[in-house]
């Protein structure tokens, strides 16, 4: 019997490569194949990277990052694009200008520094991702550090994480979400338009093995809309998704361990 002809919804991700699989391409990867779309990658830097650190990070070309980009998209297409770790201001005005002349959602996770809190962009880079890449997000997803990085706001509360929300839109995106993870108590995110507001809540689990989640909820949340889903079903969904992984989250290594993508297929 012939396979198949249906094509499934395509997502690109633009990104650097963590060599321990936690983050990173790999992460994003393994959410769109979790989530029943075609993944496809723009490499934008190597690391040396394991569940105690990044020991070691290089960026690639320019040229290189642009041929990537080039070569996918104009000849398999895209239906959402997730940009994650962009190194240096040269690559984030770059990207931010590919995505300008793309037509699909974008999503942007303004990667600063890592799980283990090592550095992941720049300093000088910072205003390019607040004048280049956020103006052309359909949704941004930092979390408290890198709302702080880009905004100068220290977010201590949920009073907090509106205000945040506010600064960031100010920077041109339609939709943020500002992940609360970090807050005590029940771990939330906010979702905002700058309009309409979602308060999304999840119950707070013991394991300690979260590497990845930040890349995986964007990833995800850009599945969503590839799939036609608006802003916030797509959330939502990635939202969801990510609470199973981080539940299912195991130890690798002698230190923070990844969430488990495979958590909804996984036999034992």
Request: net charge negative.
């Amino acid at each position: 019997m012939p396979l198949s002809a249906a094509v499934p919804a395509r997502v690109l991700t633009v990104a650097g490569s963590d060599s321990g699989g936690g983050a990173g391409i790999q992460a994003d990867l393994k959410t769109m194949l979790a989530l029943g779309v075609h993944g496809m990658s723009v490499l934008t830097a190597v690391t040396a990277q394991n569940s105690l650190g990044v020991q070691g990070a290089w960026e690639l070309p320019v040229e290189a990052v642009r041929a990537q980009y080039r070569s996918v998209v104009d000849d398999i297409g895209v239906q959402a694009v997730k940009t994650g770790m962009l190194v240096s201001a040269g690559l984030v005005e770059t990207v931010a200008e590919l995505l300008a002349g793309t037509a699909a959602p974008v999503v942007v996770d303004p990667v600063g520094i890592s799980k283990h809190g090592d550095p992941l962009l720049a300093a000088e880079a910072l205003d390019s991702v607040r004048t280049k890449l956020l103006p052309v997000a359909t949704v941004a997803t930092p979390n408290l550090d890198e709302v702080t990085q880009l905004t100068g706001v220290s977010v201590t509360d949920e009073t907090g994480m509106l205000h945040a929300a506010t600064e960031v839109l100010a920077f041109g995106p339609r939709w943020v979400v500002i992940k609360g993870g970090h807050l005590p108590g029940e771990p939330v995110d906010l979702l905002t338009d700058g309009t309409e507001e979602h308060w999304l809540r999840a119950p707070r689990h013991g394991n300690r093995h979260t590497h990845g989640t930040g890349c995986t909820l964007a990833s995800a949340i850009a599945c969503g809309l590839a799939l036609g889903q608006d802003v916030p079903t797509a959330v939502r969904g990635a939202k969801a998704f990510v609470t199973g992984a981080i539940t299912a989250g195991f130890p690798l290594g002698a230190g923070i361990g990844p969430v488990d993508h495979g958590w909804r297929t996984r036999t034992g």
